[in-house]
């Protein structure tokens, strides 16, 4: 058996790690303003139809990425509503979200199983594409995995150096305190839960855009939680997000190619290692509890009103 | 109350009851159905959903169906169906073999509600009935055309789970493409999935990337046929087999023919004897003889000499004249499976758990 190509094994695990880059960062903005948002699922599966459906219609990727931003950030509000002005209890709220999307994704997607996406083309570099190794690693890919970067540099740079991101954090450290200095707590979640829909809902419409790419019900099979999962992972910090991401992606990626080039390893071992590198990644960076319990948004899932 | 009286009022009960059970018969029979997977996977569930329709359209007003659609399996199926049972539901139909425990448990409690299990082995009560289909004998014809069309003489199977179903499935594919092909490679990716169509898409990308030409699999979605299409897209040839169910819209490449499961005559039947009385609980192992497994329309893609010779093995099975797994046959170690001209029995079948020889690599434990 030939042995894997490593470069085109960098490339596809690029391309499998963006559904879950793109929902973790919005989770993690989202989980910045202290809302805990478990509806990531939905929210994915939500803009995996819609972006389907409306780039099937109007035969165009881009409206279709564009429509399934609004499609998950529009989900994202009902969650929005209930957690932030009739006070309902985020973890339920968010759960509810996940089964609610499922469903209603699958009921608006009756008319599109079996349909073909029109093809998202990768960015035309030119000469740079054809570089040994560096080309297909980085200038062979779609809009939407540059995005997805140029997306972690701005949520970075937003939180870490704007005033944007400032009175962002510290809405999800302290809102009472927020709130004392006159800041709208409940609009600047509204907010973050919007952007961390409108994320999600990108994630989904590039499984169904690009990775798969077709539509049938249920298609983000888990991806949402292993979102969730990679903002823990990451200890809410926009670049550890990308590693996580690639992380998760690559690994489940490079097993798959182990398999199919048949080296001799034991496909339980294989199949299990992204959720065991996970883990021992987890417990390796929680060895410093102090800091990663720092890290966490202090006021991470609570409600607020102003009236308390 | 006189003791009379009492004879009287326990006979007026009985008499009433007996009228409430016939009454009862002149509702429709309730048929509920419990799938693990979405309708719209256009694979497993959506077969088994076809053959509900066929129910209501063969008993019209004699029948009511309900169904439920991605159940998981454990405790979400038994409330399921314990759901379905106390509405009144007569037959229940569990369409997957994680449903298998689940169906037992419920099946104790509801002595007089039938349960069917699709690709069971337990039937711990006498309400429980399990039904299968023999899927390898559609897996023999496709490996062989497999087996004539690769060029690369590398073909690849995405599997499932390693039970002895799915291991039948890669032996009796395997062993037709050997036959025409003699130096044929197989390629087994394990995805831990019935239905995860990115994974399935990443397991047919990593096998073409190895050089596999033909795909098959025994997972539910149609992701692999988009990935292999994308894949002719770029200038390469490779092949896909439909699997449960047509996945046409693939055709005529990379789909080039599929093995579908056919539940309609047995889900008909079942319903019938219900209707009729003549319900019994058994173990039903139906394949090509009796409809249930049917080889979907082979595409012009494939020459018509191999087109002939795959229908003529289609016949041949149909007829009863040939049994895939006929020796000589194998076991991967060397040792004799099956000798010259000896037929594996159902027993052989449904404990495999061993590849046949010229298989490389190892069956996960």
């Known amino acids: 058996m030939d042995a894997i190509n490593p470069v085109i094994l960098i490339a596809?695990?690029?391309?499998?790690?963006?559904?879950?880059?793109?929902?973790?960062?919005?989770?993690?903005?989202?989980?910045?303003?202290?809302?805990?948002?478990?509806?990531?699922?939905?929210?994915?599966?939500f803009g995996a139809i819609?972006?389907?459906?409306?780039?099937?219609?109007?035969?165009?990727?881009l409206l279709g990425f564009l429509c399934a931003a609004l499609a998950g950030a529009a989900l994202s509000m009902i969650f929005g509503v209930l957690t932030q002005f009739l006070l309902s209890n985020q973890v339920a709220t968010g759960l509810a979200l996940t089964l609610f999307g499922l469903g209603f994704s699958a009921l608006v997607g009756q008319g599109y199983v079996g349909l073909k996406a029109p093809a998202t083309p990768a960015v035309p570099f030119g000469p740079l594409a054809d570089l040994p190794v560096v080309g297909p690693i980085l200038f062979s890919h779609d809009a939407m995995v540059y995005a997805s970067i140029a997306l972690v540099a701005a949520v970075w740079y937003v939180l870490a150096h704007t005033r944007a991101g400032l009175i962002l954090r510290a809405v999800g450290e302290s809102h009472d305190a927020a709130h004392a200095l006159g800041y709208k707590v409940v609009r600047i979640r509204l907010l973050a839960i919007a952007f961390g829909g409108a994320l999600a809902g990108l994630g989904g419409a590039y499984l169904s855009l690009v990775r798969v790419p077709q539509w049938t019900e249920g298609m983000t099979a888990g991806a949402g939680w292993i979102a969730l999962a990679i903002v823990v992972f990451a200890s809410w910090r926009p670049w550890r997000i990308v590693l996580g991401a690639y992380l998760f992606g690559g690994i489940s990626?490079?097993?798959?190619?182990?398999?199919?080039?048949?080296?001799?390893?034991?496909?339980?071992l294989l199949s299990m290692s992204p959720y065991v590198i996970t883990i021992v990644v987890l417990v390796l960076m929680s060895r410093d509890r102090t800091r990663t319990a720092l890290n966490a948004p202090a006021a991470l899932g609570r409600s607020f009103h102003a009236s308390s | 109350m006189n003791f009379r009286l009492a004879l009287k009022g326990a006979a007026l009960a009985v008499a009433t009851g007996l009228a409430g059970i016939a009454s009862a018969q002149d509702e429709p029979l309730k048929v509920g159905f419990i799938y693990c997977c979405p309708i719209g996977d256009l694979g497993w569930s959506y077969q088994h959903d076809v053959g509900r329709q066929a129910i209501e359209e063969e008993y019209g007003d004699r029948v009511e169906t309900i169904f439920q659609e991605s159940v998981s399996e454990g405790a979400d199926a038994e409330r399921v169906m314990t759901q379905m049972a106390l509405s009144g539901a007569d037959i229940i139909f569990a369409t997957s073999f994680g449903f298998m425990d689940a169906t037992n448990n419920v099946a104790a409690r509801f002595p007089d509600v039938q349960f069917e299990h699709a690709t069971g082995y337990k039937r711990e009560h006498p309400n429980v009935t399990t039904y299968n289909s023999r899927f390898y004998e559609g897996r023999a014809v496709v490996g062989h055309i497999a087996g004539k069309m690769t060029e690369t003489n590398k073909i690849g199977y995405i599997a499932s789970y390693p039970i002895p179903e799915v291991i039948m499935g890669i032996n009796s594919f395997f062993l037709h493409a050997q036959k025409v092909n003699p130096d044929v490679e197989l390629t087994v990716v394990w995805v831990y999935s019935w239905f995860d169509p990115a994974k399935e898409a990443d397991a047919a990308r990593a096998m073409i990337e190895q050089g596999v030409d033909v795909i098959t699999q025994h997972t539910d979605?149609?992701?692999?046929?988009?990935?292999?299409?994308?894949?002719?897209?770029?200038?390469?040839?490779?092949?896909?087999?439909?699997?449960?169910?047509?996945?046409?819209?693939?055709?005529?490449?990379?789909?080039?023919?599929?093995?579908?499961?056919?539940?309609?005559?047995?889900?008909?039947?079942?319903?019938?004897?219900?209707?009729?009385?003549?319900?019994?609980?058994?173990?039903?192992?139906?394949g090509m003889p009796e409809g249930e497994v049917v080889i979907g329309e082979?595409?012009?893609?494939?020459?018509?000499?191999?087109?002939?010779?795959?229908?003529?093995?289609?016949?041949?099975?149909?007829?009863?004249?040939?049994?895939?797994?006929?020796?000589?046959?194998?076991?991967?170690?060397?040792?004799?499976?099956?000798?010259?001209?000896?037929?594996?029995?159902?027993?052989?079948?449904?404990?495999?758990?061993?590849?046949?020889?010229?298989?490389?690599?190892?069956?996960?434990?």
Not at chain 1, 28 to 43: I, P, R, S, Y
Not at chain 1, 253 to 268: C, D, F, T, Y
Not at chain 2, 301 to 311: L, Q, Y
Request: charge should be negative; include cysteine; hydrophobic fraction near 45%.
């Open chain 1, 12 to 45: 596809s695990l690029i391309v499998a790690s963006t559904p879950i880059l793109l929902a973790a960062l919005g989770e993690l903005v989202c989980e910045k303003a202290g809302v805990l948002n478990l509806g990531v699922e939905g929210m994915m599966i």
């Open chain 1, 50 to 61: 819609c972006g389907f459906a409306i780039a099937v219609e109007t035969e165009s990727p």
């Open chain 1, 253 to 268: 990626v490079l097993q798959l190619n182990l398999q199919a080039a048949g080296i001799k390893i034991p496909v339980e």
């Open chain 2, 221 to 286: 979605s149609t992701a692999p046929q988009a990935a292999a299409e994308e894949a002719i897209a770029a200038g390469t040839r490779v092949f896909t087999f439909g699997q449960a169910s047509d996945m046409l819209p693939y055709a005529p490449a990379p789909r080039i023919a599929s093995i579908i499961d056919n539940w309609n005559p047995y889900y008909i039947k079942r319903v019938g004897q219900l209707l009729d009385g003549t319900y019994e609980s058994m173990e039903s192992w139906g």
């Open chain 2, 298 to 365: 082979i595409t012009d893609e494939v020459p018509a000499d191999i087109k002939a010779e795959a229908e003529a093995m289609i016949a041949a099975i149909t007829a009863g004249e040939y049994h895939p797994f006929t020796g000589p046959i194998m076991k991967q170690d060397g040792s004799v499976f099956l000798a010259e001209g000896e037929v594996a029995t159902d027993e052989q079948l449904l404990t495999m758990n061993f590849y046949i020889e010229g298989i490389d690599g190892d069956i996960p434990n």
